[in-house]
């Protein structure tokens, strides 16, 4: 099952500084293969079900094992069966409807 | 990974009349074995990293052969390795707060 | 505009023990008036739209103030106009589904 | 208070085709004068708390104007006292943590 996801990480009780932190998990998701976009509030990634829980449990994993003793991570997901759809198709759409309808 | 998640699923082009749906979920989380409590938001869900999102993944499937052609899904999830912690440790602990320091 | 709610707050900066913090939101919800519920990862709320962001608001305010330097918000909300709808109608429907479908 | 959002509008009962209200939102945050950018699962937002949630609850009056009857929103928000903090210099944190740790 292919799936969309907007991916944001909190890591609790390590401070206020929590960018070192997200820039780890930017690397475990580049190294999984998956497609992906940083953004000001998270990250999207797009990809087969199993390996983006299995990416983001390994930044559970990741965090944890660098310390960080409490984690809060919010994920948005989207599934479809009417049609294929990638992130890129999800931006495409509301372009050509902001172009048309304008 | 012990795991206590909020999951909130939104079936999309089914119509407004969406708890026929959330019924569905609700017993697949409670075949699931896994502690679960449905609150006017969500259902709040804990135990293992793989068999809650084994049991999300399970609402999905079942969503889409029921006829969903699309589904938005919201889950919060908290790990910590500096304790134990249940769904109801965490409201005991607002509990405490909130009569001691009232 | 009616809205139903749920609000989840995640102060960081200030450790790992947030039950004092989210205590203060409770008294702060409970002060405001509205219909609010606690669980296990959020409290649900439910009222006029302008209350309820106020209520939210006020809740970062009290946090910032008793020290907290960051705080992270999860809100889902939903309004709709075919009909009104509590949260409590919200567990109603479902509940119902759960013991006609069985 | 500054605010930093990011703001999944998922209108209810209308079908599976969104990319038109999607795209109704983003005019409404557009004409806000708000700093906005959009991403594939959302948008995020910046600016006064009552500018911000004043433009979402526009977005939520509009779609239901469209005939919309039912939306559910995801709302992640952040606010911090202990330092201005733009959605550009969270990107640039993260950018530069990416680069010296590699």
Redesign the interface.
């Known amino acids: 099952?292919h799936v969309?996801?907007?991916f944001?990480i909190?890591p609790?009780?390590v401070?206020?500084s929590?960018?070192?932190y997200?820039?780890a998990c930017?690397?475990i998701l580049a190294e999984s293969g998956l497609t992906c976009?940083?953004?000001?509030?998270?990250t999207?990634v797009?990809g087969e079900?199993e390996a983006v829980?299995a990416a983001i449990?390994r930044c559970?994993?990741t965090l944890?094992a660098m310390g960080?003793?409490?984690?809060?991570?919010?994920?948005?997901?989207?599934?479809?069966?009417?049609r294929a759809q990638t992130?890129?198709d999800?931006?495409a759409?509301?372009g050509?409807?902001?172009e048309t309808?304008?």
């Open positions: 099952m969309i996801v907007d944001t909190v609790i009780g401070g206020v929590l960018s070192g997200v820039a930017e690397r976009q940083l953004h000001a509030n998270g999207n797009e079900w829980f449990r559970h994993e944890h960080v003793p409490r984690i809060h991570t919010d994920v948005k997901l989207g599934t479809r069966t009417d992130m890129a999800k931006l759409s509301i050509k409807k902001l309808n304008g």
